[in-house]
T-cell receptor, first 111, second 117 residues
Framework: DQQVKQNSPSLSVQEGRISILNCDYTNSMFDYFLWYKKYPAEGPTFLISISSIKDKNEDGRFTVFLNKSAKHLSLHIVPSQPGDSAVYFCAASSNFNKFYFGSGTKLNVKP | GAVVSQHPSWVICKSGTSVKIECRSLDFQATTMFWYRQFPKQSLMLMATSNEGSKATYEQGVEKDKFLINHASLTLSTLTVTSAHPEDSSFYIC?????????????FGDGTRLSIL
């Protein structure tokens, strides 16, 4: 049973525009959410996180939004750069017990 | 800081062989390390949680005798795939959290591509 879902396997965006990656979860007990970025043949790299007490967290070009009632979070990248091209995973946990990962969205930022 | 090194990065071996994968936290101590498995175009599936000085906690459906985990020090956890078969071919990734820090993300190694012939 997939508790964290990323329904878009891929996304293509023009350089300079906004990239929006979406993630849905089913477990209302999740209270900490993260986004990881992964390049081929490398492990995931932590990007940004948000706890359930917030609905927005911003770090430079990256902003994560959390909608608890909809059990939905999204990652906004603006402006998008070609170096942002990678696979993005969202992850969620309850009480930092275990982390559940989505299946990833492959972002391609076109120059 | 927070570098996790995983070795080897790629291994090819014959069916029936046992393969050991190492996960090291290079610049921090990690009481807890995690082992994941990833199939192509799928999410990271947690296999087990490795705790220093105690037995690992395995997820449902993961065979303990097949995937042996040892976490003998605060900087090293090993995963041994025993008597590996082609269906064990996959991408294995470890992660670690810093000892004494709460509310923090896991730091991942670069993964090990295991191919069983």
């Amino acid at each position: 049973d997939q508790q964290v879902k990323q329904n878009s396997p891929s996304l293509s965006v023009q350089e300079g525009r906004i990239s929006i990656l979406n993630c849905d979860y089913t477990n209302s007990m999740f209270d900490y959410f993260l986004w990881y970025k992964k390049y081929p043949a490398e492990g995931p790299t932590f990007l940004i996180s948000i706890s359930s007490i917030k609905d927005k967290n911003e770090d430079g070009r990256f902003t994560v939004f959390l909608n608890k009632s909809a059990k939905h979070l999204s990652l906004h990248i603006v402006p998008s750069q070609p170096g942002d091209s990678a696979v993005y995973f969202c992850a969620a946990s309850s009480n930092f017990n275990k982390f559940y990962f989505g299946s990833g969205t492959k972002l391609n930022v076109k120059p | 800081g927070a570098v996790v090194s995983q070795h080897p990065s790629w291994v090819i071996c014959k069916s029936g062989t046992s393969v050991k994968i190492e996960c090291r936290s290079l610049d921090f101590q990690a009481t807890t390390m995690f082992w994941y498995r990833q199939f192509p175009k799928q999410s990271l599936m947690l296999m087990a949680t490795s705790n220093e000085g105690s037995k690992a906690t395995y997820e449902q459906g993961v065979e303990k005798d097949k995937f042996l985990i040892n976490h003998a020090s605060l900087t090293l956890s090993t995963l041994t795939v025993t008597s590996a078969h082609p269906e064990d071919s996959s991408f294995y990734i470890c992660s670690a959290t810093k000892t004494g820090y709460s509310n923090q993300p896991q730091h991942f190694g670069d993964g090990t591509r295991l191919s069983i012939l």
